[in-house]
DNA sequence: CGATACGTTGATTGACTTCAACTAAGGTGG
DNA sequence: CCACCTTAGTTGAAGTCAATCAACGTATCG
């Protein structure tokens, strides 16, 4: 529940790098704290550093001019953020949680080649998810994808289940999944009374059965007969 | 009207690179004709070689297990193919129209890491597109995608105006834009009457008043008050 | 000449959005 | 400590945009 503690100072409409990544107290020499809902990169400034996720969750989103949003990418522990090669940032980045990220490109040499590969591929299965499934088969994926990269250790779960923080909200998961947050309310509920899912916070979220969740989100299967 | 004469074998269902991309009489020796609609790639077949379209348009895309299809991007000259990493295409690429490659990687070091970007960059604009635009807005910014990559040498039009080849059909653009066939045929119908663009033939089309178009792509402009 | 593929247009349906009301949890300040 | 406000989430009812269903025109091809 770290992310529902303290509240970040807002720093839209502000540039960003100046406000809002102010190291914390406990910063190390080689990391950076952030509170959630912070912003790392905004779109249309100028080009940041490279990071990469320590710890926490970050969302990366464009706007259009009339103020829709579109989340770009969930990104978690051990991926990459920023790494784009014009002179202004093409997408924002928030965080969604506490997040330490760790500057990237001095000392040690990343594989950018296989981090920029990774974003092709997950931004191609983005489009595919957008572009043709429904809301249920979204709202499926999403909870696969993100139980992928935040699990949390098992304490005493049933064989087979997955528990993970769902550090997005509902309205995060909305502009994720080209949807809207009631929609993606409904979603979960159905989910949960099909006993795929459990939660009773709506951020702790466990994975009951991953199999028949994997096939909705593929669609060779409905929440009606599931 | 190139990609209208003969027929390609349908190589669907069958592996890749043994069949489809046979060399064309014409062929030359570093160069690769292809016919219209004919598999460059095959989803989940082992991973071919890299090319440069030299000529003509491909449609790289995936498809769920239930035959629904995304196209991930429309592929135009200059610009590469199959720069995947994995041991297998994550994508099939169909040629929309008479098709010209070059093999690269060989000799000519490319630049891989900025085609990698291009790539990120395009499907991001498609995920946003996909997920927060109407379908006016997503025939609208198609339209300016495929003008800039397919205009031909303008024969006296008028000032301003960008007359250009559109290779995919209709259900190419509806695959591509997450609509139906006939959603598309209604849009184009409509900038039509709106005076934005002009056809005959649906293939030939001329982009009459390229602002007013872009306006409708962000959605600063309705195809109401234009 | 019939068969097939592509495109267009109209009528109807439906999945998701929009609008609205309500609950619960946290944070603030008197 | 409690009244008050704000934010997130849920649920229901009504509305709408695009999908579906259907019919038809045209061009190509065997």
Redesign the pocket.
Known sequence: ?LH????AADGHALPPQLLSPRPSLRQTVTTLQMPP?STVFLEGFARGPQYRVIEGCVAVSQTLPDGRRQIIDMVGPGRLLGIGTGERNRCSAETLSYVVLEPVGKAEPVDLQAALHEMVLRGQALATLLGR??????VASAILDLAGQFVRPAKGGKRGSICFT?Y???????DWL????????????RL?RAGLID?R???IVTLLKPEAMAQIAAGTATLANA
């Open positions: 529940m529902v503690l303290p509240k809902r499934k429904n809301a249920a088969e979204r769902l997005p909200t509902r309205g995060d998961l909305a080209g949807l809207t947050v009631e929609t993606v309310s409904r979603c979960f509920t949960k939660f916070q709506p951020e």
